[in-house]
Every structure is written in structure tokens, then in C-alpha cells.
């Protein structure tokens, strides 16, 4: 009998002690959707330093190679956030998949290109020739603004849709004329001796710059874990700031590469830290060059036809979370 009451009341403590909600709610487990790109390291180093677990929030990152997975992925609710470039995410919402930048991650400052042969002098020259690109990723957004300001299109050179390592491969191998590709086969490709660089984004500032966006039930209902998750990504860039070394020693692994390599081939690439992610959102009443690139991109697809109508940069864009961070 003594036995049965001390198990009774057991249970009543059980019943009525406070329940500890802050694992419940810290066990959600938010999924972001990133590509083998090295400017997506602050999300690796953010997550093998514990900066996520820090902020409160469980992270899971999940490597997505093209546009049909990306899609697939968001459309399907198996991910919650996206890193990707911004013309993407206009180009998502032109087809009726709605997301919400909320920060920059890295842009482009000569690591993405077009290698051409050597008697390829200018973008002109690419009429008719035959150049090999990605579909959907930064290199076919890059490859249709230059030649949309040459008053070309992608009408007028013969189009190789094939994965980025694939078309360095076949531009060094000589089976195309061109390719628009990103570091390291800019760097092979001269290396090589098969052609030179013909234009980089060195010399088209703010135009390929990676962000990150969540959907949109996700931006509305858990804006604190939004917010910390920027916060996070913040965190690791600034550690990055002041441990270089370390930090690529750190992220080279997750893109098979030496952290000596990594170093290399970050001098292409530059992270936003916070204070250049609130110059390149701006305010509200002098908006960013974000909002200028959202509105040259969105633009440029619906001249290719992917989108029926031009998308509000404001629809897809919030600087609330990168100047709420503390």
C-alpha cells in the first residue's frame, strides 16, 4: 500500500510541475537551402561554432544544386529558408512562390564570369557562338544583363545549358566557345591556357549578390527565430572578420577544397557583414541597391518570358530583421 501511494504521487507531481516550454519551442529545426558555393561558408561556420545554438535556434542545412530542386524544395515546405542569389527569388516570385529577403549573405566581386577563346575580344563578339551556362543559377542572370546591355540577347549566341563544373570542363576541353562560370574555373580556364576572362562581376558591382529569404508563413509567425538566425549568420561573419584563418579552416571542408584554396578564391567573393547588409537595404526613405538589382531582374525575365509581370521589389524584400539586430 505504501508502495501504491508514493506511485500516486509521483504521478501528481509529474501532472502539475511547470513544464519547461524553451526546448519545445527551441526544437523546431529550421531547414535553409544552400548551393556549393563558397560565399555560403558564414552558414557552415555558424553552425560548427554553435553561433545558431547561441541565438536559440536549431538550424539544418540542406545542399540544393539546381533550379527544379530549389523549387521542388520550397514549394513542397521542405525547407524554410533559401540562400540564393537575389534575381532568383524574383524570378520565384514571378511564378507565384512567394519568399522574403531578409539579408545579404555574400556578393560577387570577380567570382563569377564568362571565360571566352582569346579572339573573343568584347560581349559583341559572343553572336552566334556557342556558350554554356546553368540554367536558372547567377551565371544565366549575369549572362542575359550583359548582353541585354549590348543590345543582345540569349536569341542571338547558340545556348549549352549544362552544370557550372561541367561547362569550365567543356570550355577547357575546347567543345565550347564560351562559358559563364564561377571561381575556381575562371581561374582553370586561364590557367589552362584555353581563353582568357571576358567580363566578371569586378566590373558590375551589386549585381550578384547572395542573400537569404524565408517563405512567407515562416517570415510572419516566427520572426524572433528569423531575426536570430540573421543574427547568427552576422556572428559568424564577424568572427570570420577577426579569425580568418581559423574561420576558412573551418568552412574549406564543406566545399572540398584546401583552406588555403578557400582564401584564394574568396578574393572573388566578400561577406556582408552588418554594416554593409544596411547599406545594401537601405531605409525607407532611401532605399538600397537591393531593390534597384530585385527590379533590374525581375525585368530581364520577364523580357526572357519566364514571368508574365514585372515583381515589386518591396514584395520580396524586408529590411526589418538586418536593422533590428542587435
Known sequence: MKLVRLIALAIVVIVLAPVDLSFAKQSHTYRI????????????????????????????LV?????????AALKAGKIEALAAPVDYFALAAGNNLETMIV???????????????RDIAN??????????????????FFLRALLQSTGLSLHDIRSVDMETAQAGAAFIAGHVDAAVVWEPWLS?????????????????????????????????????????????????????????????????????????????????????????????????????????????????????????AEIDPNRIISPIPIHNVR
Open 33 to 60: 537551402g544552400l548551393g556549393p558555393w563558397i560565399g555560403f561558408g558564414p552558414l557552415y561556420l555558424a553552425q560548427d561554432k554553435g553561433f545558431f545554438k547561441k541565438r536559440g535556434v536549431v538550424v539544418d
Open 63 to 71: 545542399v540544393l544544386t539546381g533550379l527544379a530542386e530549389r523549387n
Open 103 to 117: 539579408m545579404a549573405i555574400d556578393e560577387s566581386t570577380g567570382g563569377d564570369g564568362i571565360v571566352a577563346r
Open 123 to 140: 560581349v559583341e563578339d559572343l553572336k552566334g557562338k556557342h556558350v554554356a551556362f546553368q540554367r536558372g543559377l547567377p551565371g544565366e
Open 188 to 308: 582553370k580556364a586561364v590557367d589552362s591556357g584555353a581563353g582568357q576572362v571576358l567580363a566578371s562581376t569586378k566590373d558590375f558591382p551589386n549585381l550578384v549578390v547572395d542573400v537569404l529569404a524565408f517563405n512567407q508563413e515562416t517570415f510572419v509567425k516566427s520572426s524572433k527565430d528569423v531575426l536570430a538566425i540573421v543574427a547568427a549568420i552576422l556572428d559568424a561573419i564577424s568572427y570570420w572578420q577577426n579569425n580568418p584563418e581559423e574561420a576558412n579552416r573551418i568552412m574549406a571542408p564543406h566545399f572540398q577544397v584546401s583552406p588555403e584554396k578557400y582564401a584564394l578564391i574568396l578574393k572573388g567573393a566578400s561577406f556582408t557583414d552588418l554594416s554593409r547588409n544596411r547599406s545594401y537595404f537601405g531605409s525607407s526613405d532611401a532605399k538600397g541597391p537591393i531593390y534597384d538589382v530585385a527590379k533590374r531582374a525581375s525585368a530581364i525575365w520577364k523580357d526572357a518570358g519566364m514571368i508574365s
